[in-house]
């Protein structure tokens, strides 16, 4: 082949020996090739190499790139779960029924939340700790007994044990009781707690009221509670007493209430039977009480419902039985409540000296003793009477067997 500089047909441009004809033509117009170089492939032109920044190169900004994608990952699944979890927390629980649950004093939270799940009230011990944590209240669940409502969710019955509403259970101590009578019933009731205290507190000296307690309190707790309550109010009521009755102290006005708390059950009767009493005491009689006869014989524990009260028992000089002492005996017979302590402290101003039942309920007041005496007469009958009609009802009772 010629090294001689050829010219291009029709440009007049030398073609240097080897170059392609066709790239070297700058008018476009094709230039034949030979075989051999139409069978040649093109060069083409080589892409630039794209180089990365030497800094993405460095593995710490590497390893920093895959904690911060993980911290990302790490966030959305936590709130995911934290959103999952609180509609978990306020839905509606499992309890199908109300019942009642038991927080002991000292019980932690762990506790609880594992005591609740057993009893299938929660569905989840974990989310109801959690729960009670994110709002504060993990230190502030109350002791107690609470009413878990059905289908409570976890929030409710967290508000319902951080408020403290439990369950409250009464006791009563009625009117007229004993305290012995009163710890009877204190000892047997299955929802307080603890040994009875080894002493009793004197005669009359309980309040006789309704007490609220919750289900696991000491007995020695109420027990003292009772007692303060009593003594304030007989303190109370002593101080607002009229003046000039014949009365030595406040264990005598505590005794004239107790008895008059014994002699009716009428709320409107007892200061017109506080005015006897205090008119007989005024006066040196002495006040013949029944209720003293029971109390001097049969002491605290009462006078069995069936046994009436003989003669013999009348005439027993115990020192309670006023129809043998002069004045009060030497303590209260039973416990009196406000009505009747408030009835001795202002009693009814009257010249009636004797009372008897009269077969309603109530009584038959009089000023003389021969007045009193028909209305004794007239409280046989009705009484003979009743015992004909309770003997004929028996007999009937039996022929029918």
Same mark, same amino acid.
């Given at each position: 082949m010629s090294d001689k500089i050829q010219f291009g047909r029709g440009n007049g441009k030398p073609v240097v020996p080897g170059a392609d004809p066709v790239a070297s033509d700058t008018g476009g117009r094709p230039i034949p090739r030979s075989a051999s170089q139409?069978? *040649?492939?093109?060069?083409?032109?080589?892409?630039?190499?794209?180089?990365?920044?030497k800094a993405a190169r460095n593995q710490v900004v590497i390893f920093a790139n895959f904690l911060f994608t993980l911290l990302i990952l790490s966030m959305v699944a936590l709130g995911a779960a934290m959103y999952l979890g609180k509609l978990r927390f306020e839905q509606p629980g499992p309890l199908t029924a109300s019942s009642t649950y038991m927080v002991r004093p000292g019980s932690t939270l762990i506790q609880i939340a594992d005591g609740l799940e057993r009893r299938d009230m929660i569905t989840s011990a974990r989310i109801f700790e959690l729960g009670a944590r994110a709002h504060g209240n993990q230190d502030a669940f109350k002791a107690g007994e609470f009413e878990i409502t059905a289908g409570a969710s976890m929030k409710q019955i967290m508000e319902t044990m951080v408020q403290g509403v439990a369950i409250l259970h009464p006791l009563t101590i009625v009117e007229g009781t004993t305290v012995s009578q009163a710890f009877g019933r204190i000892a047997e009731n299955e929802l307080l707690a603890g040994d009875m205290p080894s002493d009793m507190p004197p005669e009359g000296m309980l309040i006789a009221d309704t007490q609220k307690f919750t289900r696991g309190t000491e007995r020695n707790d109420i027990i003292a509670r009772m007692i303060d309550q009593q003594e304030r109010l007989i303190a109370q009521i002593w101080e607002k007493r009229v003046p000039d009755l014949p009365l030595a102290d406040i264990n005598e006005f505590v005794t004239l209430a107790s008895i008059v708390e014994k002699e009716t059950a009428l709320a409107e009767e007892r200061p017109r039977v506080a005015g006897v009493f205090v008119n007989r005491l005024e006066r040196g009689m002495r006040l013949q009480s029944d209720p003293t006869i029971i109390y001097g014989i049969f002491g605290g524990e009462g006078k069995p419902a069936d046994r009436p009260i003989y003669q013999s028992d009348i005439d027993n000089p115990t020192p309670y039985n006023t129809y043998q002492i002069d004045g009060l005996p030497p303590g209260p017979i039973a416990i009196p409540g406000r009505a009747s302590l408030e009835a001795v402290a202002n009693p009814a101003r009257t010249d009636e000296l004797y009372f008897v039942a009269d077969g309603t309920g109530g009584h038959a007041f009089a000023k003389t003793l021969d007045e009193h005496n028909a209305n004794v007469r007239r409280w046989r009958q009705? !009484?003979?009477?009743?015992?004909?009609? *309770?003997? !004929?009802?028996?007999?009937?009772?039996?022929?029918?067997?």
């Open positions: 139409a069978l *040649r492939p093109d060069g083409g032109v080589e892409p630039p190499k794209r180089r990365r920044a009705i !009484e003979a009477e009743r015992e004909a009609a *309770r003997e !004929e009802a028996a007999e009937g009772a039996t022929s029918q067997d």
